[in-house]
């Protein structure tokens, strides 16, 4: 009965948006969380563990997901927009492949733990593939990596076009007259790629570092697509952190007590997320603040 009533409560808490600090006990020290983000933000791998068949995004970077306000779904699960391509957008944030402002100028969103430093038991995500920038996706072959419908011969995997480089993804994209977004390629990144993998990861984190100034900031970020999981799976789920940057703490503070209704009891931190100040000063910075957390 007790715990019933606890519950009861706690749903009560969740659904209101000025909602008392819940406290708790933390599983996990949210300042450790900072300090690991900042560290794998600030490093430059190429792959991991010196293996060709490791993309770098394995061990190293931030992988991002900006999301909207609560709008009918729980913000980790997908959409059904998403369910149906197959992939979910993400972006891989890291010193070398960095940019000033979240996708589509969203204030918060949620951080997966690279996949070789994942819980024990948690879903092993699968990434498909990257676009340097901003690959207007929802309009492209299933599940996102494919061709736009804009552009249907020269969108392609960049693979199957012949497109292995930095320097040919940039000649290819930035073609005159053409709209950039929709008519690059992606560098193919999954399992089958085999020892190809992380050449191929590397070469789109060069790409982001070549691409020309000026492209539109709602759109500057790359595009990592990740395999579209199951809805109703919050505990399996390999989230390190809900995230916020300026106007975005209030829905972090939701989610990450809506996180601890669903899967009864296990707390994510909260981190503020200060971006770079110019395309020049890749100085993003990751802070815990134990005021921010609406689970203490």
Same mark, same amino acid.
Request: with cysteine; aromatic share 10%.
């Given at each position: 009965?007790? $715990?019933?009533?606890?519950?009861?409560?706690?749903?009560?808490? #969740?659904?209101?948006?000025?909602?008392?600090?819940?406290?708790?006990?933390?599983?996990?020290s949210g300042?450790?969380?900072?300090?690991?983000?900042?560290?794998?933000? $600030?490093?430059?791998?190429?792959?991991?563990?010196?293996?060709?068949?490791?993309?770098?995004?394995?061990?190293?970077?931030?992988?991002?997901?900006?999301?909207? #306000? %609560? $709008?009918?779904? =729980?913000?980790?699960?997908?959409? %059904?927009?998403?369910?149906?391509?197959?992939?979910?957008?993400? /972006?891989?944030?890291?010193?070398?492949?960095?940019?000033?402002?979240?996708?589509?100028?969203?204030?918060?969103?949620? &951080? @997966?733990?690279?996949v070789?430093?994942?819980p024990?038991?948690?879903?092993? #995500?699968?990434?498909?593939?990257?676009?340097?920038?901003?690959?207007?996706?929802?309009?492209?072959?299933?599940?996102g990596?494919?061709?736009?419908?804009?552009?249907?011969?020269? /969108?392609?995997?960049?693979?199957?076009?012949?497109?292995? #480089?930095?320097?040919?993804?940039?000649? =290819?994209?930035?073609?005159?007259?053409?709209?950039?977004?929709?008519?690059?390629?992606?560098?193919?990144?999954?399992?089958?790629? $085999?020892?190809?993998?992380?050449?191929?990861?590397?070469?789109? &984190?060069? +790409?982001?570092?070549?691409?020309?100034?000026? @492209?539109?900031?709602?759109n500057?970020?790359?595009?990592?697509? &990740?395999?579209?999981?199951?809805?109703?799976?919050?505990?399996?789920? %390999? *989230?390190?952190?809900?995230?916020?940057?300026?106007?975005?703490?209030?829905? +972090?503070?939701?989610?990450?007590?809506?996180f601890y209704?669903?899967?009864?009891?296990?707390?994510?931190?909260? *981190?503020?997320?200060?971006?770079?100040?110019?395309?020049?000063?890749?100085?993003?910075?990751?802070?815990?603040?134990?005021?921010?957390?609406? *689970?203490?």
């Open positions: 009965m007790r $715990n019933l009533v606890f519950l009861i409560l706690l749903v009560l808490l #969740t659904g209101c948006s000025s909602s008392p600090v819940i406290n708790v006990s933390h599983t996990s300042a450790s969380v900072a300090a690991s983000l900042q560290e794998r933000y $600030n490093e430059t791998k190429n792959k991991c563990n010196d293996s060709p068949s490791q993309p770098a995004f394995l061990c190293s970077g931030v992988l991002l997901r900006a999301t909207d #306000t %609560p $709008n009918g779904f =729980h913000v980790w699960d997908p959409s %059904p927009a998403a369910i149906e391509l197959g992939g979910m957008s993400f /972006s891989f944030f890291r010193v070398d492949a960095s940019f000033q402002h979240l996708p589509w100028d969203r204030t918060n969103g949620y &951080i @997966l733990y690279p070789l430093s994942r024990e038991g948690s879903l092993q #995500t699968m990434v498909l593939c990257v676009f340097p920038i901003d690959g207007a996706t929802m309009e492209r072959d299933k599940p990596c494919g061709a736009s419908g804009s552009y249907p011969l020269n /969108s392609k995997r960049c693979q199957t076009m012949g497109i292995t #480089t930095a320097e040919q993804w940039v000649r =290819h994209t930035f073609t005159p007259e053409v709209d950039s977004f929709r008519y690059q390629c992606s560098f193919d990144v999954r399992d089958a790629m $085999n020892e190809l993998a992380s050449d191929s990861f590397y070469q789109a &984190i060069r +790409a982001i570092g070549l691409k020309p100034v000026g @492209l539109p900031t709602i500057d970020f790359s595009e990592v697509i &990740i395999q579209t999981w199951s809805p109703g799976i919050p505990r399996q789920l %390999p *989230i390190e952190a809900f995230f916020y940057v300026a106007g975005g703490l209030e829905v +972090a503070q939701h989610n990450q007590r809506d209704a669903q899967t009864t009891n296990k707390v994510v931190p909260i *981190i503020k997320l200060i971006m770079p100040t110019s395309p020049q000063n890749n100085n993003a910075r990751f802070e815990f603040h134990s005021k921010d957390q609406a *689970i203490q």
